[in-house]
């Protein structure tokens, strides 16, 4: 099955133009879809587009509107939408180039992966990826996706680039409010050595391998239990919190205590039983059907 881009269009770099794609490079499928059921029937809920008065509309009879005053809108047609013409529409344009560190985490929002075209130039695309990797920089540029222009980075991931989606910068909230009322004083020296020993002893190459949704883990339990009618096991145990009396006692017992076992990477979806494929299978053709 092809691949489906989110967008298409060109990559920019000065004079050197080059069509891409551009996709998500999140997994959706590894959610676990949840239904709204109305409890005393077991039935699904479904939404209703509605008017304030109670009247069901069809959906291609919903426009976008902007309210100017309290319940005064100005209209605006989809047509009216997909017309506006921005250069970030059909071309990613890099403007500037910054060294990666320098972006703060809170302005990152969602991965993208980028390929050259099947008609593309694949050694400009090469050209443009090594050269972002050697500088160990990242192109800064702005491109018009879901509905809305955004500031976006490009860098190299493998043989390909990842474009990463920011937020602007009046998009975020200032941490003053938040982090007026913390010490500015310096921590203790002996507590300070004792946190920084830990830290090193904790300190590993990343591999996001070693973790896994314990949430998703234990729903997906949840969900066979009932469709095999028995109690769902614990993923896993609660560990007891320790008993410190202050932190120069929590740090060293930190240190002394024996390292847990780091969680294993997931391989794959876990096994799912006859039972629940087939009961699985039924509710797949159920929502088909409807």
């Not at 967008?7 to 998500?24: F, I, K």
């Not at 921590?187 to 591999?207: G, M, N, P, Q, V």
């Not at 024996?258 to 969680?263: I, K, Y």
Request: glycine share 4%.
């Amino acid at each position: 099955m092809a691949l489906r881009p989110y967008w298409s269009g060109n990559l920019r770099l000065s004079l050197v133009t080059l069509p891409v794609n551009v996709y998500s490079a999140l997994n959706r499928s590894r959610q676990i879809p949840l239904k709204e059921i109305y409890r005393k029937t077991g039935e699904r809920v479904h939404r209703l587009n509605v008017t304030e008065d109670g009247t069901e509309v069809e959906r291609d009879e919903i426009i976008k509107g902007y309210e100017v005053e309290k319940g005064e809108y100005v209209l605006i047609e989809p047509d009216e939408i997909k017309d506006l013409k921005i250069p970030s529409s059909r071309t990613l344009d890099i403007v500037q180039f910054v060294p990666a560190e320098e972006i703060d985490d809170l302005y990152f929002d969602a991965p993208y992966f980028v390929a050259p075209q099947k008609n593309a130039d694949q050694q400009t695309f090469a050209v443009i990826r090594d050269a972002l990797r050697q500088s160990k920089t990242t192109g800064i540029g702005q491109l018009a996706i879901a509905g809305r222009e955004r500031l976006c980075t490009i860098r190299p991931c493998g043989s390909g680039l990842i474009l990463q989606t920011l937020r602007y910068e009046n998009e975020l909230r200032d941490s003053d409010p938040y982090f007026d009322d913390i010490t500015k004083k310096a921590a203790a020296s002996e507590e300070l050595d004792l946190a920084r020993e830990l830290i090193k002893r904790k300190t590993a190459k990343f591999d996001p391998g070693r973790f896994h949704d314990n949430y998703r883990e234990a729903l997906q339990e949840l969900i066979e239990a009932k469709v095999e009618n028995r109690e769902p096991v614990a993923v896993e145990e609660d560990r007891p919190a320790a008993k410190v009396i202050n932190l120069m006692d929590a740090l060293r017992k930190s240190l002394k205590d024996p390292e847990p076992a780091p969680p294993k990477a997931e391989k794959g979806t876990p096994k799912t039983s006859a039972k629940r494929k087939k009961t699985l299978a039924k509710t797949a053709a159920r929502e088909k059907a409807s």
